[in-house]
């Protein structure tokens, strides 16, 4: 098991190995396995890459986000602006049924909302809009409306599972209730984590994903 100090030393050099992120501006604090980025970066997009950059660091068991999004310059966008590309961005995504999602703009903040078909059209409307000039944030309101039968969905996760040869599916329980997934049980490896939980959004309907599974090593 890695001590704070040794996590805190790879998840600097994860920030500075990641091309996105200007690492000399944010700062980097870890108590009991629990990281703290702090500083301010030069947009939303940024921000979300040392997010990610720090959540791939193995040992990492929470992150807290202080960082805060500074806008200079041509960086800078009135909110209508802003609405109106968040408009044009979501209109030309091929990911998404038109008019399927709105978004509402306060101070440089976009909160999407609507109504989608699969997770994946969700996270798309989210990649689409972060990287836009003038954000400073974005909250995904957007509801995943259930098409498919619940026992359906379970069938498909399990099958997935089983395709896999690097997890056993027996060593998952799923429970269903509605269009929320619950999955318990023990995996041995983070990698082997991650995709049993893609495994469970990638099922029609699925609107929220409850991981309680745990990573052996």
């Known amino acids: 098991m890695k001590t704070d100090i040794q996590l805190q030393q790879d998840v600097l050099a994860e920030l500075k190995w990641e ?24 947009s939303y997009a940024e921000k979300w890459g040392a997010e990610h950059a720090a959540q791939r660091v193995s040992g990492v068991k929470a992150l807290a986000v202080e ?27 091929t990911f998404l049924p038109r008019d399927s999602v709105k978004a509402l703009v306060e101070n440089g903040w976009v909160t999407l909302s609507g109504k989608v078909d699969w997770h994946y059209q969700r996270d798309a409307a989210t990649g689409a809009v972060r990287n836009l000039m003038g954000v400073t944030g974005v909250s995904n309101e957007i509801v995943i409306a259930p098409s498919v039968s619940m026992s359906i969905v379970k069938s498909d996760i399990e099958a997935a599972l089983k395709r896999h040869a690097t997890t056993d599916a027996q060593n998952i329980v799923i429970d269903i209730v ?17 995709l049993v939980v893609h495994c469970a959004w990638g099922s029609a309907g699925v609107r929220n994903v409850n991981d309680f599974i745990i990573v052996a090593n």
């Open 19 to 42: 091309p996105s992120v200007n690492a000399a501006d944010i700062g980097v604090e870890v108590k009991d396995g629990i990281v703290t980025l702090a500083g301010h970066v030069g």
């Open 178 to 194: 509605g269009g929320d997934v619950t999955l318990t049980g023990t995996v041995g490896t983070r990698a082997e984590h991650d």
């Open 67 to 93: 960082m805060q999004v500074n806008l200079f310059g041509l960086g800078k966008r009135s909110d209508a602006d802003i609405g109106h590309a968040v408009e044009n961005v979501l209109e030309w995504s």
